[in-house]
Protein backbone atom coordinates (compact mmCIF):
# COMPACT_ATOMS: atom_id res chain seq x y z
CA UNK A 1 0.00 0.00 0.00
CA UNK A 2 2.58 2.34 -0.68
CA UNK A 3 0.44 4.19 -3.46
CA UNK A 4 -2.29 6.40 -2.28
CA UNK A 5 -3.82 5.94 -5.69
CA UNK A 6 -3.88 2.69 -7.01
CA UNK A 7 -5.83 -0.03 -5.03
CA UNK A 8 -3.82 -3.41 -4.01
CA UNK A 9 -6.47 -5.60 -5.88
CA UNK A 10 -9.67 -4.98 -7.37
CA UNK A 11 -11.84 -6.09 -4.33
CA UNK A 12 -10.54 -3.01 -2.57
CA UNK A 13 -10.96 -0.81 -5.16
CA UNK A 14 -13.24 1.83 -3.90
CA UNK A 15 -16.05 2.32 -6.97
CA UNK A 16 -18.57 4.21 -5.04
CA UNK A 17 -17.10 8.08 -4.50
CA UNK A 18 -14.01 6.54 -5.40
CA UNK A 19 -12.13 10.05 -4.28
CA UNK A 20 -12.49 9.68 -0.98
CA UNK A 21 -10.62 6.59 -1.57
CA UNK A 22 -6.61 6.43 -0.03
CA UNK A 23 -4.45 3.68 -0.33
CA UNK A 24 -1.58 4.64 1.47
CA UNK A 25 -0.09 2.71 4.54
CA UNK A 26 0.42 5.62 6.74
CA UNK A 27 -3.30 6.35 6.39
CA UNK A 28 -4.35 3.17 7.29
CA UNK A 29 -2.34 2.10 9.80
CA UNK A 30 -3.37 5.58 11.67
CA UNK A 31 -6.88 4.53 11.37
CA UNK A 32 -6.39 1.34 12.45
CA UNK A 33 -4.60 2.65 15.76
CA UNK A 34 -7.22 4.88 16.77
CA UNK A 35 -9.39 1.91 17.04
CA UNK A 36 -9.95 -0.44 19.99
CA UNK A 37 -12.62 -2.47 18.15
CA UNK A 38 -12.82 -3.97 14.75
CA UNK A 39 -15.47 -5.95 13.13
CA UNK A 40 -14.81 -9.49 11.01
CA UNK A 41 -17.34 -10.64 8.89
CA UNK A 42 -17.14 -14.32 7.25
CA UNK A 43 -18.98 -17.00 6.50
CA UNK A 44 -19.56 -20.46 7.33
CA UNK A 45 -22.20 -23.12 7.05
CA UNK A 46 -24.75 -21.69 9.19
CA UNK A 47 -24.50 -18.11 7.01
CA UNK A 48 -22.75 -14.93 7.27
CA UNK A 49 -21.71 -13.30 10.60
CA UNK A 50 -19.94 -10.16 11.10
CA UNK A 51 -18.76 -9.71 14.99
CA UNK A 52 -17.27 -7.36 16.64
CA UNK A 53 -13.73 -7.69 18.62
CA UNK A 54 -10.75 -6.13 20.19
CA UNK A 55 -7.68 -5.50 17.17
CA UNK A 56 -4.35 -3.99 17.61
CA UNK A 57 -1.46 -3.71 15.17
CA UNK A 58 2.28 -4.83 15.04
CA UNK A 59 4.07 -3.33 12.05
CA UNK A 60 2.34 -4.54 8.64
CA UNK A 61 -0.66 -7.18 10.38
CA UNK A 62 -3.59 -6.06 12.22
CA UNK A 63 -4.03 -9.04 15.23
CA UNK A 64 -7.05 -10.28 17.09
CA UNK A 65 -7.46 -12.80 20.24
CA UNK A 66 -9.58 -14.93 21.58
CA UNK A 67 -10.25 -18.43 23.40
CA UNK A 68 -9.11 -21.76 21.45
CA UNK A 69 -12.81 -22.94 21.30
CA UNK A 70 -14.12 -19.73 19.05
CA UNK A 71 -15.67 -20.36 16.55
CA UNK A 72 -14.79 -17.01 15.26
CA UNK A 73 -11.03 -17.79 15.13
CA UNK A 74 -11.65 -21.49 13.92
CA UNK A 75 -13.59 -20.26 10.72
CA UNK A 76 -10.71 -17.45 9.98
CA UNK A 77 -8.03 -19.65 9.30
CA UNK A 78 -9.57 -21.88 6.98
CA UNK A 79 -11.26 -19.17 4.43
CA UNK A 80 -11.09 -15.49 3.89
CA UNK A 81 -12.80 -12.82 5.40
CA UNK A 82 -13.42 -9.23 5.78
CA UNK A 83 -12.45 -6.69 8.51
CA UNK A 84 -13.95 -3.38 8.82
CA UNK A 85 -13.37 -0.43 10.93
CA UNK A 86 -14.64 3.42 10.93
CA UNK A 87 -14.25 6.32 12.85
CA UNK A 88 -17.56 8.57 12.85
CA UNK A 89 -16.14 12.41 13.35
CA UNK A 90 -19.38 14.40 12.30
CA UNK A 91 -22.93 14.58 10.83
CA UNK A 92 -22.70 16.94 7.45
CA UNK A 93 -25.77 18.89 6.87
CA UNK A 94 -26.93 20.02 3.69
CA UNK A 95 -29.21 22.55 2.53
CA UNK A 96 -30.69 19.61 0.42
CA UNK A 97 -31.89 16.04 2.12
CA UNK A 98 -30.24 13.91 -0.40
CA UNK A 99 -26.69 15.82 0.49
CA UNK A 100 -26.42 14.60 4.20
CA UNK A 101 -23.59 12.95 4.41
CA UNK A 102 -21.02 11.81 7.12
CA UNK A 103 -17.42 12.82 7.71
CA UNK A 104 -15.65 9.28 8.96
CA UNK A 105 -12.28 7.39 8.51
CA UNK A 106 -12.97 4.04 7.38
CA UNK A 107 -10.96 1.05 6.56
CA UNK A 108 -11.60 -2.57 4.94
CA UNK A 109 -8.81 -5.39 4.64
CA UNK A 110 -9.67 -8.61 2.74
CA UNK A 111 -7.06 -11.73 2.94
CA UNK A 112 -6.96 -15.01 5.62
CA UNK A 113 -5.91 -14.69 9.13
CA UNK A 114 -2.76 -16.84 10.76
CA UNK A 115 -1.91 -18.02 13.46
CA UNK A 116 0.54 -15.83 15.81
CA UNK A 117 3.52 -18.38 17.26
CA UNK A 118 5.14 -15.73 19.85
CA UNK A 119 1.34 -15.17 21.77
CA UNK A 120 3.39 -13.08 24.50
CA UNK A 121 4.93 -10.40 22.32
CA UNK A 122 1.21 -10.43 20.41
CA UNK A 123 -0.52 -9.64 23.87
CA UNK A 124 1.82 -7.79 25.49
CA UNK A 125 1.46 -5.11 22.40
CA UNK A 126 -1.87 -5.26 22.80
CA UNK A 127 -2.06 -4.27 26.32
CA UNK A 128 0.04 -1.68 25.62
CA UNK A 129 -2.10 -0.59 22.94
CA UNK A 130 -4.58 -0.29 25.50
CA UNK A 131 -2.99 1.22 28.06
CA UNK A 132 0.75 1.80 27.57
CA UNK A 133 3.35 1.27 30.75
CA UNK A 134 0.71 -1.49 31.74
CA UNK A 135 1.50 -4.59 31.59
CA UNK A 136 4.99 -3.58 33.22
CA UNK A 137 2.09 -2.77 36.61
CA UNK A 138 -0.18 -6.32 36.43
CA UNK A 139 0.49 -9.89 36.71
CA UNK A 140 1.28 -11.26 33.73
CA UNK A 141 -0.71 -13.95 31.75
CA UNK A 142 0.18 -17.52 32.99
CA UNK A 143 1.19 -20.87 30.79
CA UNK A 144 -2.12 -22.27 31.45
CA UNK A 145 -4.24 -18.68 30.28
CA UNK A 146 -2.01 -18.24 27.19
CA UNK A 147 -2.47 -22.52 26.27
CA UNK A 148 -6.07 -21.57 26.34
CA UNK A 149 -5.80 -18.61 23.76
CA UNK A 150 -5.19 -18.25 19.96
CA UNK A 151 -3.81 -14.87 18.46
CA UNK A 152 -4.20 -14.17 14.77
CA UNK A 153 -3.21 -11.57 12.41
CA UNK A 154 -4.07 -10.66 8.47
CA UNK A 155 -1.75 -8.74 6.41
CA UNK A 156 -2.72 -5.33 5.38
CA UNK A 157 -1.52 -5.88 2.59
CA UNK A 158 -4.99 -5.96 0.43
CA UNK A 159 -7.15 -3.06 2.08
CA UNK A 160 -8.48 -0.02 1.43
CA UNK A 161 -9.34 3.39 3.12
CA UNK A 162 -11.96 5.85 2.64
CA UNK A 163 -12.39 8.82 4.32
CA UNK A 164 -14.16 12.26 4.11
CA UNK A 165 -14.10 15.40 5.93
CA UNK A 166 -15.03 19.31 5.63
CA UNK A 167 -18.63 20.91 4.93
CA UNK A 168 -21.46 19.92 2.95
CA UNK A 169 -21.25 20.03 -0.75
CA UNK A 170 -24.70 21.40 -2.09
CA UNK A 171 -25.72 21.51 -5.72
CA UNK A 172 -25.68 25.24 -6.88
CA UNK A 173 -29.26 25.36 -7.21
CA UNK A 174 -29.86 24.63 -3.78
CA UNK A 175 -27.04 27.77 -2.45
CA UNK A 176 -30.15 29.96 -1.81
CA UNK A 177 -32.07 27.44 0.44
CA UNK A 178 -32.82 29.32 3.83
CA UNK A 179 -31.38 26.76 5.98
CA UNK A 180 -28.21 26.17 8.03
CA UNK A 181 -25.63 23.78 6.49
CA UNK A 182 -22.85 22.90 8.43
CA UNK A 183 -20.84 20.18 10.06
CA UNK A 184 -21.89 18.71 13.83
CA UNK A 185 -18.77 16.75 15.23
CA UNK A 186 -18.55 13.76 16.68
CA UNK A 187 -15.86 12.73 18.70
CA UNK A 188 -14.58 9.83 21.11
CA UNK A 189 -14.34 10.98 24.66
CA UNK A 190 -12.54 9.87 27.77
CA UNK A 191 -14.25 10.19 31.38
CA UNK A 192 -12.61 10.75 34.53
CA UNK A 193 -11.18 7.04 36.10
CA UNK A 194 -13.79 4.99 38.14
CA UNK A 195 -11.68 2.56 41.08
CA UNK A 196 -12.89 -0.31 41.84
CA UNK A 197 -14.98 -0.46 44.72
CA UNK A 198 -13.09 -3.68 46.09
CA UNK A 199 -10.04 -1.19 46.56
CA UNK A 200 -6.64 -2.42 47.15
CA UNK A 201 -4.43 0.08 48.16
CA UNK A 202 -2.54 0.58 45.17
CA UNK A 203 -1.72 4.19 43.70
CA UNK A 204 -3.59 5.95 40.77
CA UNK A 205 -0.81 5.74 37.97
CA UNK A 206 -0.50 8.35 36.05
CA UNK A 207 -2.06 7.48 32.76
CA UNK A 208 -5.00 6.81 34.66
CA UNK A 209 -4.77 10.38 36.73
CA UNK A 210 -5.06 11.71 32.83
CA UNK A 211 -7.44 9.13 31.05
CA UNK A 212 -9.80 12.26 31.51
CA UNK A 213 -8.24 14.61 30.20
CA UNK A 214 -7.48 15.81 33.89
CA UNK A 215 -5.69 14.90 36.96
CA UNK A 216 -8.53 12.15 38.56
CA UNK A 217 -7.01 11.75 41.88
Known amino acids: MSNPSAAPSPRTRVRR ?8 AAVLHAIIDAAYLCHIAFHDERGTHCIPTACW ?6 YIHGSNGSRLLKRLSENDACVSITHLDGLVLARSAFNHT ?25 MEHLAPGRQAEV ?16 ALDEAAAKVRSGPPLD ?10 AGVLPLAQSRGRAVPDPAGGGA ?3 AFVRQWGGADSA
Open 57 to 62: RIGAHL
Open 139 to 154: RGGSDKEYAATTVLRI
Open 203 to 205: AMP
Open 171 to 180: DAEDMAQPVW
Open 102 to 126: MNYRSAMIYGRFEAVADKHAAMEAL
Open 17 to 24: VAELANYD
